[in-house]
Nanobody, 126 residues
Framework: QVQLVESGGGLVQPGGSLRLSCVVSVSTFSTYHAGWYRQAPGKQREKVATITRRSGGSTTYAESVKGRFTISRDNSKNSVYLQMDGLKPEDTAVYYC??????????????????WGQGTQVTVSS
């Protein structure tokens, strides 16, 4: 059973930055691809970014965050990060990470993943 603990959220003004962290409790983290997702109030959860299993791996981003957010990972720390710069009010959401051995699952089938962490709240407001 994979356990996910997200942290780093908070209240930030528009244009500000936050760095989210996700610690993954699994013995073979380097064999898992990883992704960040978010759910805004009253909206469905959406995919934000993904990264393949090796440190410095290939990444994908939602169009709405391209050029502002950066996903990274440190396999020695079983951790995935989301650096968020140029934050906008529409980035307000609960942010979740997840992992899977299959990239396709994180890209296309992530809604079927049964286990999620508690998420971390990001609020962008002046």
């Amino acid at each position: 059973q994979v356990q996910l603990v997200e942290s780093g959220g908070g209240l930030v003004q528009p244009g500000g930055s936050l760095r989210l962290s996700c610690v993954v409790s699994v013995s073979t983290f380097s064999t898992y691809h990883a992704g960040w997702y978010r759910q805004a109030p009253g909206k469905q959860r959406e995919k934000v970014a993904t990264i393949t299993r090796r440190s410095g791996g290939s990444t994908t981003y939602a169009e709405s965050v391209k050029g502002r957010f950066t996903i990274s990972r440190d396999n020695s720390k079983n951790s995935v990060y989301l650096q968020m710069d140029g934050l906008k009010p529409e980035d307000t959401a609960v942010y979740y990470c997840n992992v899977d051995p299959t990239l396709h699952t994180l890209l296309e089938e992530w809604k079927s993943i049964p286990s999620w962490g508690q998420g971390t709240q990001v609020t962008v407001s002046s």
